[in-house]
């Protein structure tokens, strides 16, 4: 036999190796695809207040193992095939920052084990709805329909000068949390009507609200004792930069509570000035929940 014939019995068996393994492999890496367009809420109006969200990524889990987190929307390629486990958790920007994301631990998972069957080579869209965890708390919850706001206007105890009723203005609605600064009127603080208390076990505190404002609005605490009189002392959280459209962020309060430990009463403040001399700004506001565990 000659050394060419010799050569090709040899190469044959490798060939028709490397085209079996080439065909495994393609078999193999042929995903499935999840899309994820967004993700809602849903509550109990009455106890929960507004779904109103500001989810901006998707906590995927399948079989309990995190494939990742992705920026909504999103088509993901996924090596699944089949029902599975899918677990998804909605992600926010903490303290609205781009760079602190979580998943929001007031907000339980979507999940489903049994309805949801991927195929390779095709999208699936999931359509996920999350809801409050039913073991938390509500210590503030204002959507400014009832005329009996929980905010006044500083120190003149008026709910009326902070509520605005006019659904083409209110996020949702007839009405919602406003009030404005001018060359006049230069100044402006909206607070809490009274002071609030948390349990001594509280573990985790947020702040949440929509809020569309022409000028910095800034939004923070006060924390009192019981002294006679009262030590008081005035915490700011953070300055939000003008917004022309409705934005709404989650404030961990967490730390900052707890860095007052002989306080026995909290408050929170919304406050603006016309730093600019603008002949007139407008501070608008809607659904204020401070939530707690």
């Known amino acids: ?29 042929v995903p499935s695809y999840i899309h994820i367009e967004d993700i809602t809420v849903s509550t109990d109006y009455y106890n929960e207040g507004s779904g109103s969200d500001n989810i901006v990524d998707a ?24 029902v599975h486990r899918i677990d998804i958790r909605g992600g926010i920007k903490r303290n609205g920052l781009t760079t602190d994301r979580i998943s929001y631990p007031f907000h339980d998972s979507y999940l489903d084990t049994s309805s949801i069957s991927l195929m390779r080579g095709e999208i699936t869209t999931i359509e996920p709805v999350v809801t409050y ?4 708390n509500f210590l503030i919850l204002e959507d400014f329909e009832s005329p009996a706001s929980m905010f006044i206007e500083k120190n003149k105890g008026d709910s009326s000068s902070v509520r605005l009723i006019d659904s083409d203005i209110a996020f949702e609605g007839n009405a919602c949390g406003a009030f404005s600064v001018d060359t006049i009127d230069y100044k402006f ?3 809490a009507a009274s002071d609030f208390e948390f349990p001594d076990n509280t573990t985790t505190i947020y702040l949440e609200f929509d809020y569309k404002v022409d000028q910095i609005l800034e939004v923070g605490f006060y924390s009192s004792n019981n002294a006679n009189p009262p030590q008081v002392a005035k915490s700011h959280l953070i300055s939000l930069k003008p917004k022309d ?20 009463k909290f408050n929170l403040y919304f406050e603006a000035e016309n730093n600019l001399g603008l002949v007139h700004s ?8 401070v939530i707690y565990q």
């Open 245 to 264: 459209e409705w934005n709404k962020i989650y404030l961990n309060l967490t730390s900052e509570i707890a860095a007052f430990p002989n306080a026995e």
């Open 59 to 82: 906590w995927i889990l399948i079989d309990y193992q995190l494939i990742g987190v992705f920026e909504l929307p999103v088509t993901l390629p996924v090596d699944h095939d089949g």
């Open 133 to 136: 965890y039913k073991d938390i």
């Open 1 to 29: 036999m000659s050394n060419t014939n010799l050569f090709g019995l040899f190469l044959l068996p490798l060939l028709l190796f490397a085209l079996g393994c080439s065909k495994d492999k393609l078999k193999v890496n």
């Open 189 to 191: 603080e909206m607070t």
């Open 282 to 289: 407008d501070y608008y506001f809607d659904n204020i929940k």
